[in-house]
C-alpha cells in the first residue's frame, strides 16, 4: 500500500511539475512544451482541424499503441497524469500571475521544470503522453538515450513547424528540448539507493 500511494503521490508532483512549467513560464510566450503541440499546429494548419482536437487525436493515436506496448497500468498513469497537467494549467493561467522578467529566464526555468516533470512520471511508470511515447518504445528497443530520441522527435516536428509559425518560436522550442531532455535523461538513469519506487518500472505492465 506504502508503495501505490507513494507512486502515485510522485505521479501528482510529476504532472504538477509539468503543467506549472507550461502554463508559468513556456505558454506565456507560445513555446510549444512537445511534438504533440507541434502536430496539432501542422494537423490545423493542413486538415483544418480545431487545436485542441488536432492535440487530442495525437495523443489517443500514441495511446493506443501504448495500451498494446506498455499495458494497461501504464496507459492509466499516462492519462491520469495528463488530466492533472492539464488541470494544472488551467488553474495557474487564469490564477497566478507570474511577472515574465525576460523570455530566456522564462526558458531555463519552464525547461527545467518540464525534466524534472516528465522525468519523474517516468521513473514511476507514466509519461506526459504525445510524443514521450514513441521516444520510449524506441529508447528501449535501441536502447539509446530516452532524452536525446525525444529531441530528436521533436526537432524534426518544430522543423516542420516553422513553415507555419514565427522561427523565433521554433528556436526557442528547441532551446527548451535541448535543456529539458538532458534533465529528463539524468534523472531516468540516476540511480537511487534509498528510494526503490523510483526504479524505472515503465516496461511492467
Known sequence: MKKFLLTYLYLLFGAFLQGTSMSLFLFPHSIPSGGAAGLALL????FDLPLGFSLW??????????LKYFGSTWTFRTI????ITSTTISILASQVPLPHVHVF??????????????GLLIRVGASSGGMVIPALMIASYKKWSLGKVMMGINLVIF???SFIIDY?????AIICQFISANIIDFIYEYKFQK???LSPNWRRR
Open 168 to 172: 523565433k518560436i521554433v528556436v526557442y
Open 195 to 197: 528510494v526503490s519506487i
Open 57 to 66: 487525436l495525437a495523443n489517443a493515436f500514441f495511446l493506443l499503441f501504448a
Open 105 to 118: 529566464i522564462d526558458i531555463f526555468g519552464g525547461s527545467i521544470l518540464f525534466g524534472l516533470g516528465v
Open 43 to 46: 494537423m490545423n494548419h493542413w
Open 159 to 161: 522543423l516542420l513547424t
Open 80 to 83: 491520469l497524469s495528463v488530466a
